[in-house]
């Protein structure tokens, strides 16, 4: 059987999982930042804490989206779903994250958060985490099925962030 008609049809292979997730990401960008209670004094007084969060944080994103994508470079797809010549990446940013890109998208977003102190990106960085969190096991199945060694991978290396999770 030629390997790319066994290939699920269309919308079989996440794409409602993407448009899910370039939904999120709009509403996650045109949100209004919103921190009741936060006096702009003191706002502006936490400036320095907020940066030395923030900024490393959103390093790490670009470093993760920058790694993550020249790594993957000849499988990446905007799909979940593998490419038909795809083989387990291991090497690079994907030794110490499995889904460095995803990572990227988090990590930018709670750079984010941090800087403007917002409780409403706070809630929809919560709902993301979860929705990558979904889309990665749901990603992971379908390498786990064409890859058999996905799994010892999976074992040793953290899904977003390195040594935790």
């Known amino acids: 059987m030629n390997p790319s008609s066994a290939r699920p049809g269309f919308g079989r292979r996440g794409e409602l999982l993407v448009a899910i997730q370039f939904a999120l990401m709009l509403i996650f960008a045109i949100t209004p930042v919103w921190h ?46 593998p490419v038909d010549h795809s083989q387990v990446v291991q090497h690079g940013v994907y030794a110490l994250v499995r889904h460095p890109l995803y990572s990227s998208l988090l990590s930018a977003a709670l750079a984010w958060t941090l800087y403007t102190l917002s409780l409403s990106h706070v809630l929809l960085l919560i709902v993301g985490f979860l929705f990558f969190d979904f889309k990665a096991r749901k990603e992971e199945a379908w390498l786990s099925a064409r890859h058999p060694e996905y799994h010892d991978y999976a074992r040793r290396v953290r899904k977003f962030i390195p040594y935790l999770y």
């Open 36 to 81: 009741p209670g936060l006096s702009p004094g003191l706002f502006a007084d936490l400036l320095l804490p907020r940066l030395i969060l923030a900024v490393p944080l959103a390093l790490a994103a670009l470093i993760f989206a920058a790694l993550g994508s020249h790594h993957l470079r000849d499988y990446l797809t905007p799909l979940p779903y």
